[in-house]
């Protein structure tokens, strides 16, 4: 059977030809149809940022370097529930489970199916000896690794009671501006809020910057479903009479610190004293995937202007290590 770095290195160069494919042309037309904040740009993105970030042989490598032992044990069957709010999502967990010697029983988001399951079939067409199997409602596992809301949380908490769960809900991104951003920063940022239509918990949506600064932001144009939460919001907040900032596909509200309710929403906090920042990131740490900056220090998981939706194998969603979750499994 072929190692890991092996399998992943080679889906990485199969995945380098995406899009130019009939059939992996085909799977985006599906993806798309499935969920309508798909986008064809943001699918390849999505593939283009796992291929470059995680299935680099030297970067696997150095990856697995950190976890000597954890395929030594006995594979267990891992429930994988999977969210659909971007594409592939669920992906680095389906690979963490592989890696570590254990049997994937994935349940893909009805939203995001036609991706995983073309990334399944790929995996198995390098190694038919993986095992990836589907999950059965009701089924015996061993351990369960589920992303979704807060709600959905409390389902799988009771239903996944007996067995070791690592179970994440809804999390949020800020950014922390010192006021000399440069153009390419500002439109890295950007990035950082609109890809994947602010869905992600990677998605920028609250903005720390400095008394008296205005911020200004690349405009883009959005998807039909982006344009149609737009105008929600604008009309929801006019209908209050909050101040905001209309920016065509998007809108920015003057706040103290707290987090939208509107993807298309935009929060901004004005700022005196960098301690101040510090001290409510600390208090929300809880809420925070990753704070945008270029200030070093601002939180421990830090991430440089335009690469929040680039994760590496090391940024484990929540900040819990998913490969030792995997490994501490009876």
Not at 57 to 64: C, M, S
Not at 165 to 193: K, P
Not at 295 to 309: D, L, N, T
Request: glycine share 6%; net charge negative; with cysteine.
């Amino acid at each position: 059977m072929k190692s890991t770095i092996q399998i992943f290195s080679e889906l990485g160069a199969r995945l380098s030809g995406f899009g130019s494919d009939e059939v992996s042309r085909s799977v985006m037309v599906r993806a798309v149809a499935d969920n309508e904040w798909f986008s064809v740009g943001d699918i390849r993105y999505a593939i283009d940022a796992i291929r470059t970030e995680m299935l680099d042989a030297e970067k696997i490598e150095n990856w697995l370097s950190g976890y000597p032992a954890v395929a030594s044990c006995e594979a267990k069957r891992v429930a994988l529930i999977m969210a659909g709010n971007i594409p592939l999502v669920g992906f680095f967990d389906l690979m963490c489970i592989i890696a570590s010697g254990n049997i994937p029983c994935v349940k893909p988001s009805s939203k995001d199916r036609a991706l995983v399951e073309y990334i399944e079939q790929l995996l198995l067409d390098i190694e038919p000896a993986l095992r990836i199997e589907k999950y059965v409602a009701g089924a015996d596992y061993d351990a369960v690794i589920a992303t979704g809301g807060e709600s959905a949380n409390i389902y799988f908490n009771s239903v996944f009671s007996a067995i070791p769960s690592l179970l994440r809900g809804s999390r949020h991104s800020v950014a922390v501006l010192l006021g000399n951003e440069s153009r390419e920063e500002l439109a890295g940022l950007a990035n950082d809020i609109f890809t994947y239509s602010g869905l992600g918990c990677r998605n920028v949506s609250l903005i720390f910057v400095p008394k008296g600064y205005e911020l200004t932001l690349p405009t883009r144009k959005m998807s039909p479903a982006y344009h149609n939460n737009y105008l929600q919001c604008r009309a929801l907040l006019t209908m209050q009479g909050a101040e905001f900032y209309d920016k065509g596909e998007f809108v920015v509200v003057p706040s103290k610190a707290e987090l939208p309710r509107f993807l298309s929403q935009i929060n901004v906090v004005e700022y005196s004293d960098m301690a101040e920042v510090q001290e409510w990131l600390a208090e929300n740490d809880e809420r925070l995937q990753c704070v945008v900056s270029s200030i070093e220090g601002v939180h421990s998981r830090c991430v440089p202007f335009g690469y929040a939706q680039l994760p590496t194998l090391f940024d484990y969603a929540d900040e819990r290590d998913t490969m030792q979750f995997l490994s501490s499994i009876d």
